[in-house]
């Protein structure tokens, strides 16, 4: 069985420009979520969806947008890039909407960002 | 949210048994302790996950006392494959997403 795909695997982008960030879940599952992690730290959250309805914002500006297409599929956009925002975009899927042990997060191998 | 306090580093050898603490002091009844591992340019990939006592999977253990404000992640016999990152998150099943800290990075020497 695939795994979560992400596409593209590294992209570089100057400031200002715009990019999307595509994600394929696992067969099945539910919930995409969004995670950026930049260098020497750990993930932090996004975006969630779960059967196309955003479930859960973290802490980022409203030039980071998300969507959930009908066959889970999900895209994230970042308007306006800064130089902050250089860093690896990590997708993951679950099942179901929440984080237990019973429905762990699958994460893909990430979109790695450079903002020039 | 609890937060957790684990060591930024660890080093080890092969073959060794090794023990990463975790520290959740503020962890409420219905919280789980859960455990991920990242090796670089890769996402993060879930290890074990308990609520109390010990849990053992094929790869690691999770040793849980009973006021379950820490909890530790025990690899046995490391290998140099080993060598990654070991994030400590606790955890509310209703919760959509995951906090992370720092983690904890193991080398492993030969």
């Known amino acids: 069985d695939a795994g979560v795909t992400q596409s593209p695997t590294h992209l570089i982008k100057t400031r200002g420009q715009q990019v999307t960030l595509r994600c394929s879940p696992i067969?099945?599952?539910?919930?995409v979520s969004w995670y950026q992690q930049v260098l020497g730290q750990g993930p932090q959250f996004i975006f969630q969806?779960?059967?196309?309805?955003?479930?859960g914002r973290g802490n980022f500006p409203d030039r980071f947008s998300a969507r959930q297409f009908p066959n889970y599929s999900s895209e994230l956009n970042v308007n306006a890039l800064l130089l902050g925002d250089s860093a690896l975009y990590l997708c993951?899927?679950?099942?179901?909407?929440?984080?237990?042990?019973?429905?762990?997060?699958?994460f893909g191998a990430g979109s790695r960002l450079t903002v020039l | 949210l609890a937060k957790t306090t684990q060591p930024i580093s660890m080093d080890s050898y092969e073959g060794q048994e090794v023990n990463i603490t975790c520290s959740h002091n503020?962890?409420?009844?219905?919280?789980?302790i859960t455990w991920y591992q990242q090796f670089p340019s890769q996402g993060p990939r879930f290890i074990i996950q308990?609520?109390?006592t010990k849990v053992t999977n094929e790869v690691a253990s999770l040793f849980i006392p009973a006021d379950r404000k820490s909890s530790t992640l025990s690899l046995p016999r490391v290998s140099l494959s080993d060598t990654a990152v070991y994030y400590c998150?606790?955890?509310?099943?209703?919760?959509?997403?995951?906090?992370f800290g720092k983690g904890t990075k193991l080398s492993v020497k030969p």
């Open positions: 308990g609520y109390k």
């Open positions: 993951a899927s679950s099942l179901l909407a929440g984080v237990d042990g019973a429905n762990v997060l699958t």
């Open positions: 969806y779960y059967e196309k309805e955003e479930r």
């Open positions: 067969s099945g599952h539910k919930s």
């Open positions: 503020n962890i409420a009844t219905n919280d789980y």
């Open positions: 998150l606790v955890v509310t099943g209703s919760q959509g997403n995951l906090i």
